[in-house]
């Protein structure tokens, strides 16, 4: 596949990164030494235009190509997760219960490698937008640099990111137009009865039994309430209550996650769950409490964007390399937010078989970050060609 040589050259020196990132795992928006870390690799690189303490710890730098022209916004999340590793790696974290589990250290170091090579070179027109950004896993932190306004104040009018694909192969690049990532919902249900001893059932009021009822009856608003060719997942992933063989506990609590692409179908859950977390308390005699957080939006790509995006990766990775239309999943991406407001893509790189992502035996593959610099570098050499005559 042609990385760019330049790229390929100090490939070693990326790998350095990524290792020294993967070992220093930070949580949220608290990417401070992260972000320090990039700020004195961008630095180097000599760049020099550095905005540092966006949602908290994220980090814009924007360089300037010749001559003028728009501005386009690569972005790469810095955020790790609250996993204890266990690859064995010599490089594994050190900071116990929190590990770099999806990648996020390797997309750091993808738009490190362009950056290098773009501030080596310049060879476009206009500025380019590098955004390191904190706080995807939960934290929406997309969505709060979108509310601070940074793409209006740095005048970036679209915006492109990469995700490491597990099982997928090597350097290969999909993506679709339109949808590719789902919304993502978080429910809770708090329920409170009357506790009591196991062998005296009668002078109680059990949260079990109508815990488990809830979680039954919250599975037919996908089987019976939606639309069989619509989207929709909803899964119970959590439920707590009890001490004890032989006491009925006061309380019990259910969690879990909705996944939807059309919001008629997202407002149908809330409305359904309602009904039932309501109905079912009533009918068991115990005090049921239903909370509802919407989270992050649907991942759409721009139709026209996603093609270019793919035309692009198809140099990098020829044309076999590239699926352009795969399909939409119900995963969820906080770059969602930036594609509201710009028009833009998202595109996965697959980097082999190994650990999925969320795993704590995951890690990242070192061998496609040069293949993630070499299409963010030659996307913004196609976006902003110095003349028309650049294919």
Request: aromatic fraction near 8%.
């Amino acid at each position: 596949m042609p990385v760019i040589n330049s790229i390929a050259a100090f490939s070693d020196e990326m790998t350095a990164w990524r290792r020294h990132l993967h070992k220093t795992p930070e949580l949220l928006f608290d990417c401070h030494q992260t972000a320090a870390f990039v700020v004195e690799r961008l630095r180097e690189f000599g760049i020099t235009d550095i905005h540092e303490g966006l949602a908290t710890s994220g980090v814009i730098a924007i360089i300037e190509g010749q001559g003028e022209g728009p501005v386009i916004g690569l972005r790469a999340d810095m955020d790790a997760l609250p996993i204890a590793e266990m690859t064995g790696a010599e490089y594994a974290s050190t900071v116990p219960g929190k590990m770099h589990a999806c990648g996020h250290d390797g997309h750091t170091t993808m738009l490190l490698g362009a950056a290098k090579y773009l501030a080596e070179t310049r060879n476009f027109k206009g500025k380019v937008a590098l955004i390191f950004q904190p706080a995807e896993e939960g934290g929406g932190g997309a969505g709060v640099m979108v509310d601070e306004g940074v793409l209006d104040r740095f005048g970036i009018g679209e915006v492109y990111a990469l995700h490491n694909a597990p099982g997928f192969p090597e350097g290969h690049f999909y993506t679709t137009p339109g949808p590719i990532m789902a919304a993502v919902d978080t429910f809770e249900v708090f329920i409170k009865g009357i506790g009591g001893h196991g062998a005296m059932p009668h002078d109680a009021v059990d949260p079990i039994v109508a815990a488990v009822s809830m979680v039954q009856a919250i599975q037919t608003i996908v089987s019976r309430n939606n639309y069989a060719l619509d989207d929709l997942v909803v899964s119970v992933t959590q439920i707590h209550s009890g001490s004890a063989d032989n006491i009925i506990p006061e309380s019990a609590y259910i969690c879990g996650t909705v996944r939807t692409f059309d919001p008629e179908v997202q407002a149908m859950v809330q409305r359904r769950m309602a009904a039932i977390i309501a109905g079912q308390g009533d009918a068991y005699g115990v005090e049921a409490r239903l909370e509802y957080q919407v989270g992050y939006p649907a991942t759409i790509n721009d139709a026209e964007k996603s093609e270019f995006a793919a035309q692009v990766a198809r140099e990098i990775s020829g044309e076999d390399g590239v699926v352009a239309d795969t399909g939409r999943e119900m995963g969820a991406e906080d770059f969602s937010y930036m594609l509201e407001q710009r028009p833009g893509a998202y595109l996965f790189l697959g980097q082999g078989d190994s650990a999925g992502l969320h795993h704590p035996a995951y890690d990242f593959n070192d061998g496609i970050a040069p293949v993630g610099a070499s299409f963010f570098a030659r996307l913004v050499e196609r976006a902003q060609p110095l003349n028309t005559s650049q294919e």
